[in-house]
């Protein structure tokens, strides 16, 4: 993977929960705080947009009753909604609390930023996690 900007403040790698190199998390639908396809993370991510994880529809269900509805189509800001099944990156904050509820998506650990830590539980993201394949 080419060298990335690790948006702590300068070059290098961006790391994974398992410690490795942050593998993309998903180009179609194209995911991501900054629209890389990857979990990385930056000072004008407010969100920690860091957890990769494979949506459910329970887990949208819940996303849009606490008030961040990610399964409508929203043509203005070129976002298709998503589907049961797409991978895209998560508020680790928001993951948590639908991990709290008993609707946690699966996480994809690879590319599930290690800023994520500093929110979630390695073991409870570990107890969600799914292969890359």
């Known amino acids: 993977m080419d060298d990335v900007f690790d948006r702590r403040g300068g070059r290098g790698q961006a790391r994974n929960v398992l410690g490795g190199t942050l593998l993309p998390c998903s180009v179609a639908p194209l995911t991501g705080f900054f629209r890389d396809g990857c979990c990385n993370t930056g000072p004008g991510d407010g969100g920690l947009h860091v957890v990769c994880a494979e949506v459910t529809a329970e887990f949208l269900a819940f996303s849009r009753a606490a008030g961040n509805d990610l399964s409508t189509p929203r043509p203005e800001y070129g976002f298709a909604g998503l589907q049961p099944g797409d991978r895209w990156c998560l508020c680790a904050a928001r993951w948590e609390e639908a ?26 993201l570990a107890a969600h996690a799914i292969d890359a394949g």
């Not at 008993?102 to 409870?124: I, R, S």
């Open 99 to 124: 991990r709290r509820a008993g609707v946690a998506p699966p996480v994809l650990l690879e590319a599930t930023h290690e800023a994520a830590l500093q929110v979630v539980g390695a073991d409870d």
